[in-house]
């Protein structure tokens, strides 16, 4: 079965460096790719996504992915975070063709240290 | 505004009283969906609906059942709650000619079940 994994289940950055998480999905064939942030309280909110060509997505806030084939990955990068960054982010992917929803990593807590 | 709407935000009840929590979008979206969050285990799809009167079930369905009858609503109705129901859940929608990939998320609503 479809599987996404997001390793790091919290993630603590200063204000103002850089950030990476780790999304890996397993699966034979290239889904869709997403990245959404859940604020607290909040609902989820969609970054980004990757369906095809340029492996390099800008998203919103600032936040930009890499898709990986060789490796399976889609891992979310910002340059220099912000306080506000701090949040839930969740990777999911969908396969196509079908009615299915999508498949969510587990999320990773994002902290911002001063 | 564009939005998907959910209520009640917060609800504590008691095992076996039947409840529903409501979901609407104003966007014209034919594909609703509904998801559970846990701790530990992200977001789960439970029911989905393709477009009015034609749903089906995701990968957590027991104990749950929907209905859409108005292509703006899509509640989702427990029967006979019970405590492992204790979570926060999630509404989404999504254009079918997009897929339910991009989908819209309304803010959560965290159910207590004693």
């Known amino acids: 079965a479809q599987s996404v994994t997001q390793p790091d289940i919290h993630i603590t950055v200063s204000e103002g460096a850089s950030l990476e998480l780790r999304c890996n999905y397993s699966?034979?064939?290239?889904?869709?790719l997403f990245w959404y942030v859940q604020s607290p309280g909040q609902g989820l909110q969609l970054l980004l996504k990757?369906?095809?060509?340029?492996?390099l997505v800008q998203g919103i806030k600032g936040f930009e992915a890499e898709f990986k084939r060789s490796q399976s990955s889609f891992n979310l990068r910002k340059p220099s975070v912000h306080w506000s960054d701090a949040a839930e982010y969740f990777c999911?992917?969908?396969?196509?063709?079908?009615?299915?929803?999508?498949?969510f990593g587990k999320g990773t807590h994002l902290i911002i240290q001063p | 505004e564009a939005q998907v709407t959910q209520n009640p935000r917060y609800l504590i009840t008691v095992t076996g009283k039947k409840l529903t929590v409501t979901c609407s979008q104003n966007?014209?979206?034919?594909?609703m969906s509904w998801y559970r969050q846990d701790p530990g285990l992200g977001l789960r799809q439970i029911y989905y609906?393709?477009?009015?009167?034609?749903?089906d079930k995701g990968d957590v369905p027991e104990g749950y059942k929907v209905s859409r009858k108005e292509k703006r609503n899509f509640p989702l109705i427990l029967e006979s709650p019970s405590p492992n129901q204790t979570s926060l859940y999630f509404c989404?929608?999504?254009?079918?000619?997009?897929?339910?990939?991009?989908?819209?998320f309304g803010p959560g609503t965290r159910l207590t079940v004693t």
């Open positions: 989404a929608s999504s254009l079918r000619d997009r897929g339910p990939y991009e989908q819209y």
């Open positions: 699966y034979g064939a290239t889904p869709y």
């Open positions: 990757y369906f095809s060509g340029d492996t």
């Open positions: 999911a992917v969908y396969l196509g063709g079908g009615a299915d929803g999508l498949t």
């Open positions: 966007m014209n979206h034919e594909y």
């Open positions: 609906s393709m477009n009015v009167e034609v749903t």
